[in-house]
């Protein structure tokens, strides 16, 4: 599927945003993150004493001098992080029924940080959960892997129930994972398993995708089923929507405490906000030690 | 009791069917909607379009039937009538001028207003007697003196349609005597088409008129109100001025000064000979043993050439025409006499119309009762949401708690 000429205009719009990494990377290829190794660039960062079996090169001859001491330079090194998006294509997503529009945000919102990472040469990959089984780009830093998570994402119809806990330890190898969700499904196996890989040291970004209409319903009575669940049958009513909007605020509060308390990132997005706003409040470092948005 | 508009019951009947189709159904089918959030509405029962087995609140169903039946019976215009006659009487008394015995006339109308459900008594006008008050007025018809009012059966009928359409409800036919001399003078143009009204027969009661003598022209003594030559008339506080005078079918336009206007108190043997144009009098004439005397309450203007008008000389004319001349008590011919009576039956009720203009007593009642039930409705309704309210939110509060627990 080629790219669309409003994913054009998507790529356009993103095309300052960076997405630099909350944590030192481990060590790899050269690239835009500070690594976790010291190393031998031009960027000096300290001295350490001279061990036994250091390179004799990296002594400071000048301040062996004037110290009568023996130390080496150490310098920041910076590595790549290697990107992987795990995108949500359950039903939940396709709303409302006639223009899925969550699912056209949530798709943009993957689009755009798989964008971000890619112009900080960070290899970048996808793994989308639908209903026919996952679809899995390996992540990639050659030109035109972010046309291809475009064409990828556009092929899918978000449709059945696909969990996304069991996808995750499949994205072990990436440092960086950023999870794509509305969170209704399996959200309980899913906190469990990122909050083992932020153990590991992964970096791992929660973005919750809400629709406008899910914040605030239309004041009208109506017949409400779950998409997911055709049984889930509730009527929205002026009293109802009442305790419906309460019960749907403290469940995003808890949801947020929670992936927080994994040592995750976590961030709502809202389809009726600009998406550039809403990329920048993922990608652009809020708190040291995880955050919250939207 | 009885309907006047029985077809507005028949209306409240159906809509209060309406009524209950509607509350046995459940009125508010709500509109199916995907929303991937929806576990967290709460699980309510949702309505849907059924037949309700157990109807709910079959007190406000009650009162809203019987406040729609209530308004239909107020609409309808109900009638309490305790006595049903097969047929029921109108009498109309000609007691005009032409009546040559006013005795006899007084025997007659005892003889058919016994039992009847209307009398009316008519000279130049027609006026209905109130039902305990017949045997006073018959009597007072035989002792009073003859009216110096020229009849016309005209009025006399249409008074009688009037009681007819209100005496519709209480029998199955109206029967219309009319008991007159039948004289020519009381025939005017109007009383075929009148007559043609009536749906049934009329029977005609003949009484003896009055002598030709008695219709002889007597020459009028025409008195011009000065000061207080007059006690029919006083003067007026504060005079004005008016455009016109007129007496019968002569009109005099002219800017007459108003000085003068009648005392409050007119007996019978006068009548009004000429009028101002916004109705009051501004001549009158009263009958005497020898004739007659009109006094004219009028100034006729100072200036001008109005005396020299034409109107005003046959102003002069009118005013000095002798007083009686108009008299005709030759009998009504035969066939106009067969034209009166009509043919056929008594009239049906079917063919009268009812009176429409007129509330029926009950009518406020059924309209008051009606309202503080549509008041009461509203009472009962709010009370019946607050309690639903409450029961909904108490469940609110046991679900609360059951998820905390959980």
Known sequence: MPLLASDSALLDSVRSIKWPARRKSPAGLAGGHLSKVLGVSAEFTQYRGYRQGDDVNRIDWKLLARSNRAYIRLSNDRTVLSTMLLVDASASLAYPSDTNEKWQFARAIAIGLASAAHRGSDPVGLLAATAQGPRRLPPRTRRGVVHEIASVLGEIKPEGSPDLAPLLPMLRSAGRIAIISDFLGDADALLKVAGQLSASGKEVHAIHVIHANELNPPKKTTLLTDPEDAEMKRPMTENTRRRYMSNFQEWREQLARDWIMTGSYYNTVVTSEPLPHALRRVAIPQTTSGGTGG | ?406
């Open chain 2, 1 to 406: 009791m009885t309907f006047l508009f029985p077809g507005f019951l028949i209306a409240a009947g159906a809509v209060s069917m309406g009524v209950v189709v509607l509350h046995f159904l459940i009125t508010q089918q709500p509109k199916s909607e995907d929303l991937p959030t929806v576990r967290f509405v709460p699980d309510v029962p949702a309505r849907s379009t059924s037949l309700a087995i157990k109807p709910s609140d079959l007190w406000l169903l009650l009162l809203r039937v019987i406040a729609i039946m209530l308004i239909g019976a107020a609409f309808a215009q109900p009638i309490l009538t305790p006595q049903h006659q097969t047929v029921a009487r109108i009498v109309v008394v000609d007691a005009s001028r032409g009546v040559g015995s006013m005795a006899e006339l007084a025997d007659s109308a005892a003889k058919y207003a016994n039992g009847a459900a209307a009398l009316i008594i008519a000279d130049s006008l027609a006026y209905e007697v109130p039902s305990a008050s017949f045997n006073d007025s018959i009597s007072a018809l035989s002792t009073k003196p003859a009216s110096i009012r020229k009849g016309s059966l005209s009025p006399a009928l249409i008074t009688a349609m009037r009681a007819g359409a209100r005496v519709r409800e209480q029998a199955d036919s109206i029967e219309l005597v009319v008991i007159s001399p039948f004289v020519n003078e009381s025939r005017d143009a109007a009383l075929s088409p009148v007559r043609a009204l009536w749906p049934g027969t009329i029977s005609n009661v003949k009484v003896a008129a009055a002598s030709s003598a008695d219709a002889s022209a007597v020459p009028a003594e025409v008195v011009w109100v000065s000061s207080d030559n007059s006690p029919l008339w006083s003067a007026r506080e504060t005079p004005d001025t008016v455009g016109a005078v007129r007496a019968d079918d002569v009109v005099l336009v002219a800017p007459f000064v108003r000085n003068f206007k009648p005392t409050e108190t007119l007996d019978s043997t006068t009548r009004v000979f000429a009028r101002w144009p916004d109705g009051e009098p501004a001549g009158l004439e009263t009958v005497t043993a020898s004739g007659c005397i009109r006094t004219l309450g009028l100034t006729m203007p100072s200036g001008g050439d109005v005396a020299l008008r034409p109107d005003f000389i046959r102003l002069q004319a009118k005013i000095n025409e002798p007083c009686g001349v108009f008299k005709d008590f030759t009998s009504i011919s035969d066939e106009t006499m067969s034209e009166i009576a009509g043919s056929g039956g008594l009239a049906s009720i079917d063919d009268i119309q009812p009176k429409a203009s007129k509330m029926t007593p009950l009518v406020p009642w059924l309209l008051a009762a009606a309202l503080l039930l549509v008041l009461f409705e509203l009472f009962v309704r709010r009370r019946i949401e607050q309690g639903a309210q409450q029961k909904e939110e108490a469940l609110a509060i046991q679900d609360n708690a059951k998820e905390k627990a959980a």
